[in-house]
């Protein structure tokens, strides 16, 4: 069983679906389509991957004879195609024509589109390739610096109808990820945290994808109270019974202010979701009730989007 949580009592939503919890990004209006080019090795996977985690449908390396089947691909499914991001580069040829076509196409439907140049120094991209082992797309005999300098001039014209360049030569993820949004119009809620609070019975196994796993089995058990025994975490009677012990509150207000601390860092270095498992014998009782309680309280954090899932609720 699945609850999204917030500051509104919780809906049930389904497990495996971020889009139908209404977490995925939505842009205003009619949405838009944005252009990430750049030089090879500069960060323009990360970026596209970036721009995923938002909700985008990513496009990479569309080749332009595609371009005018896009739009209209888009035009027909709008729902599908509302918030885009097409990587146009060298691989493909000089992006610069498709540029130029797409936003006088886009600017025909009153759809932004906001261009993204990534670049990086010579050093930098050197070093890059060299630790990836990956060929420079215009590699030749004279070398990889020899293919970056080309690259550099045959993308000239791409790098002037940039609306934003960008220099991802010393930047991490977190500070890429501030760069690519500054002048991206977006929901504040499409740059939310994504907080998935997973109960579960350490009997069954811990969760494989949880990033904090904590074992609250140090409450006393509400499976040995008979009338207790058949009710799930869910329900009034368990919880009182579980939450009437002083340990419990005092273990959510830990767990809030651990997540006060570390939130706000997670969200600075690119990390879009984190996994909170809460465990008891069976994850039936006391796992349901803290996960419940805790999705309560982070409800009223500031920049992130908390969701409750009972994985053992159903067995």
């Known amino acids: 069983m699945v609850r999204a949580a917030g500051p509104a009592a919780p809906a049930t939503v389904p497990r495996t679906s971020a889009e139908a919890s209404g977490r995925t990004s939505r842009a205003r209006g009619d949405g838009q389509v944005v252009v990430i080019s750049g030089l090879s090795g500069a960060g323009k996977s990360q970026a596209s991957k970036l721009f995923e985690d ?5 496009i990479d390396n569309l080749p332009p004879d595609l371009l005018d089947r896009f739009l209209a691909l888009r035009d027909e ?37 906001p261009v993204l140049y990534l670049e990086a120094s010579d050093a930098v991209l050197v070093n890059r390739f060299s630790e990836t082992r990956h060929r420079h797309p215009l590699e030749s005999r004279s070398g990889v610096q020899a293919g970056i300098l080309l690259e550099r001039e045959r993308l000239a014209r791409a790098r002037e109808l940039a609306d934003q360049v960008i220099d ?33 019975g350490f009997k069954f196994g811990i969760p494989i994808d949880a990033d904090l796993v904590f074992d609250v089995r140090f409450l006393t058990n509400p499976y040995y109270v008979a009338d207790l025994k058949p009710l799930s975490g869910l329900q009034t009677p368990v919880r009182e019974y579980v939450l009437g012990q ?43 009730v803290l996960a419940e309680e805790l999705a309560k309280r982070l409800g009223s954090l500031g920049g992130v989007s908390v969701a409750v899932f009972h994985r053992e609720l159903e067995r």
């Open 168 to 200: 991802t030569s010393g930047l991490s993820i977190g500070q890429l990820k501030e760069q690519l949004f500054r002048h991206v119009p977006r929901d504040s809620a499409a740059d939310d945290l994504l907080i998935d609070i997973l109960a579960f």
């Open 246 to 288: 002083p340990a419990a509150g005092r273990f959510i207000e830990l767990v809030v202010e651990l997540l006060e601390l570390t939130v706000p860092a997670y969200r600075s270095e690119g990390k879009t979701r984190l996994t909170v498992a809460l465990g008891c014998t069976g994850g039936y009782h006391r796992s349901i």
């Open 54 to 58: 938002l909700g985008y449908y990513c």
């Open 77 to 113: 499914d709008p729902a599908r195609f509302r918030n885009v991001a097409l990587v146009l580069d060298i691989r493909a040829g000089d992006p610069a024509p498709a540029i130029e076509a797409a936003r006088a196409a886009l600017a025909e439907r009153g759809v932004p589109m």
